[in-house]
């Protein structure tokens, strides 16, 4: 257990919508990242959040966005959603964000797009 | 821009056996470099990192070390169980300010066999 947690564990929506997904740091860290799994792209960067303020994106589609809240939790929001975002979509957390730091996973979500 | 290169698979031993997952990678600067395993169905979890040139990192008898020179970090075990089934990453970051998230190879499946 990393300490890091994500719900939901899945999610099945269709075409069109919208959903959030949430994500609790490990206890201390304050650095929340997104990343996108799938079977064509494989692990992508998506965003990445420090107490509170947008750090840097990586790969992220205009169509979702992010936050993260005093209490250092975070959501990310992917709206009108295409059948290919279906994918895992995990969060990640460390201490400070530095390059060095180790970055712990959650156990993911599991998006299907119908 | 930056990436990382590493054999896919599925790659399979027997139980015993050596171990060697080749990872290199392209770097406009000085990067952390990461091993993450994937079990089935669950997040990623970091198995060993090295932060600068000839840093050894180990762990659980998995060990690499960071080659400038080649821009390699190669994984390696001497004697590999039925229970190393997984998908292992490779992975750098890289400061652009600090900031970055991981940037992935594609993974390699590991399956041992008994």
């Known amino acids: 257990d990393s300490g890091v947690t994500q719900t939901p564990k899945h999610l099945i929506t269709a075409t069109g919508q919208r959903v959030t997904l949430r994500c609790s740091p490990r206890?201390?860290?304050?650095?929340v990242y997104w990343y996108q799994q799938s079977l064509d792209q494989g692990l992508q960067f998506l965003i990445h959040?420090?107490?509170?303020?947008?750090?840097a994106k990586g790969n992220i589609l205009e169509r979702f966005s992010a936050q993260q809240f005093p209490d250092l939790h975070s959501e990310l929001n992917l709206s009108s959603l295409e059948l290919g975002d279906s994918a895992l979509y995990f969060c990640a957390s460390s201490v400070a964000g530095g390059i060095t730091d180790t970055q712990y996973f959650g156990p993911g979500t599991r998006l299907t797009v119908l | 821009g930056d990436s990382v290169t590493q054999m896919e698979g599925p790659v399979t031993l027997s139980e015993e056996a050596f171990l060697t997952i080749n990872c290199t990678y392209t770097?406009?600067?000085?990067?952390?470099l990461f091993w993450y395993v994937q079990y089935p169905g669950e997040g990623l979890q970091l198995l060993l990192k090295a932060t600068k040139a000839d840093d050894k990192g180990s762990n659980k008898g998995f060990e690499a070390t960071y080659r400038k020179e080649t821009t390699s970090f190669h994984l390696e075990k001497g004697s590999v169980q039925v229970s190393d089934s997984a998908v292992y990453f490779c992975?750098?970051?890289?400061?652009?300010?600090?900031?970055?998230?991981?940037?992935f190879g594609k993974g390699t499946h590991l399956i041992i066999q008994p």
């Open positions: 206890s201390g860290d304050l650095s």
């Open positions: 959040y420090y107490n509170g303020e947008e750090r």
């Open positions: 992975a750098l970051t890289l400061s652009g300010g600090g900031a970055d998230g991981l940037t």
């Open positions: 770097a406009t600067g000085y990067p952390s």
